[in-house]
């Protein structure tokens, strides 16, 4: 009798050493397959912002790109502006047109491209345009708007292939100077108010103090 409770005393002690070994286990593999799980979800949050950050350095990248394209354009405009304020430069020392004189242009400057002529006649300060059309005809007109010419602004720069006012911005090529009266367009110089002998083209001073009065409020 005092043996089979003996054994019985043995096997339960053995089934408990049991059970406890096996909740260690259970816990065990919880645990690992927690840290399993934990490391899995880093390993992606670290790949989700090693993406953003991949992103975000590309979109900085078409950022500079886009800002360094905006750059050479606008260095690009500086350029052909500076290109322009040179040639106008180069012509902006004003000839004197005496009584009986005549303003002097050379055909051989010439070109589909606008000169430009400054002159003073009796203290005015005034400024001839010549040039050539896509027929290889002469042009001439003065710098200033037929409507825009008391505003202060009311001449003329060339802008790539045209002509721009710098008041009202209409715009024309060589193939209208010089032909069109009336409306916004650059004062004419017709035929008749000029020579044109073998290599030169002639604007007598008589007819530039007649067209004075439209230059009195020119470039203010």
Same mark, same amino acid.
């Given at each position: ?44 949050? #670290? ?6 950050? &991949? ?29 322009? &304020?040179?040639? &106008? ?27 430009? *002529? ?33 505003? #202060?602004?009311? *001449? *003329?720069?060339?802008? #790539? ?30 035929? &008749? ?11 007598? *001073? ?15």
């Amino acid at each position: 009798m005092k043996k089979r409770i003996v054994a019985m005393i043995l096997t339960g002690m053995m089934i408990v050493t049991l059970n406890g070994c096996g909740t260690k286990e259970t816990d065990a593999q919880e645990t690992v397959t927690e840290t399993q799980n934990q490391d899995s979800s880093e390993n992606q949050t #670290g790949e989700k912002q090693e993406a953003k950050q &991949e992103e975000t350095a590309q979109e900085a990248e078409k950022t500079d790109e886009t800002e360094n394209t905006e750059a050479q354009e606008k260095e690009a405009n500086a350029t052909e502006k500076n290109k322009t &304020e040179t040639n &106008e430069i180069a012509n902006n020392t004003a000839n004197e047109i005496k009584e009986g004189e005549n303003l002097v242009i050379p055909i051989s400057d010439l070109s589909e491209k606008a000169t430009f *002529y400054p002159v003073k006649v009796d203290g005015t300060e005034m400024e001839v345009i010549a040039g050539k059309d896509s027929q290889g005809e002469i042009r001439t007109a003065f710098n200033t708007c037929q409507v825009c010419y008391d505003s #202060g602004n009311g *001449y *003329y720069r060339q802008l #790539g292939e045209e002509l721009v006012c710098q008041n009202c911005g209409n715009s024309f090529t060589m193939d209208v100077v010089g032909e069109t009266a009336g409306g916004c367009n650059p004062v004419p110089i017709l035929e &008749e108010n000029r020579t044109v002998k073998d290599s030169e083209v002639q604007i007598s *001073y008589e007819f530039l103090k007649e067209s004075s009065d439209i230059f009195v409020n020119w470039r203010r």
